[in-house]
T-cell receptor, first 118, second 114 residues
Framework: NAGVMQNPRHLVRRRGQEARLRCSPM?????VYWYRQLPEEGLKFMVY????????ESGMPKERFSAEFPKEGPSILRIQQVVRGDSAAYFC????????????????FGDGTRLSIL | SQQGEEDPQALSIQEGENATMNCSYK?????LQWYRQNSGRGLVHLIL?????REKHSGRLRVTLDTSKKSSSLLITASRAADTASYFC??????????????FGTGTRLLVSP
């Protein structure tokens, strides 16, 4: 049973370009979470999606960042007009059910995409 | 910020010794989780302790939780070189929507030398 798959593992972009990060959740999981990790820091929540719906995007920057999880295919985190400060590791996690008040579903993480901005 | 803090930031020990990492958090929680991250990899879930539990064991791992002090500790007994990794605590923060967001601490980097 394959785990959470993220690609690419490493992505280099120049300032002003677009970055697209992909995440395929574990089989049977319909809930996806994106996190950002700066060097020497913990993960910071960005967005929580179910198929075709954004449930919570309270951690997403208001501009340039967007996420989707279409009916078919992987979840995509898109960063437009990248800047040096976007350099970080971006992790995706999935769970079979969402993190609701009565749920304690552990999240399964991918190995991340390391984004470097030149 | 709800983010917790872990201490020490870095810990270096010899194989066979015990390693203790502490986590402090700021808000009320339903549960607290510990994760491990090997260099260049994603996080692996280790153990979850509920707010009404005080101690939990899993193999060589022992987790304690003191909700009055808003703190938790992770003890790894008889450490091995393979335990070298970063360890993060994560608490749940319930949003207005009912969504339970995970808030991670800053992590402890553990180095176990042979």
């Amino acid at each position: 049973n394959a785990g959470v798959m993220q690609n690419p593992r490493h992505l280099v972009r120049r300032r002003g370009q677009e970055a697209r990060l992909r995440c395929s959740p574990m089989k049977g999981h319909s809930h996806v979470y994106w996190y950002r990790q700066l060097p020497e820091e913990g993960l910071k929540f960005m967005v929580y999606l179910q198929k075709e719906n954004i449930i919570d995007e309270s951690g997403m920057p208001k501009e340039r960042f967007s996420a989707e999880f279409p009916k078919e295919g992987p979840s995509i985190l898109r960063i437009q007009q990248v800047v040096r400060g976007d350099s970080a590791a971006y992790f995706c996690a999935s769970s079979p059910r969402g993190k609701t008040r009565d749920s304690n579903q552990p999240q399964h993480f991918g190995d991340g995409t390391r984004l470097s901005i030149l | 910020s709800q983010q917790g803090e872990e201490d020490p930031q870095a810990l270096s020990i010899q194989e066979g010794e015990n390693a203790t990492m502490n986590c402090s958090y700021k808000t009320s929680i339903n549960n607290l989780q510990w994760y491990r991250q090997n260099s260049g990899r994603g996080l692996v879930h280790l153990i979850l302790i509920r707010s009404n539990e005080r101690e939990k064991h899993s193999g060589r791992l022992r987790v304690t939780l003191d909700t009055s002090k808003k703190s938790s500790s992770l003890l790894i007994t008889a450490s091995r070189a393979a335990d070298t990794a970063s360890y993060f605590c994560a608490t749940d923060f319930i949003m207005n929507t009912g969504f339970q967001k995970l808030v991670f601490g800053t992590g402890t980097r553990l180095l176990v030398s042979p």
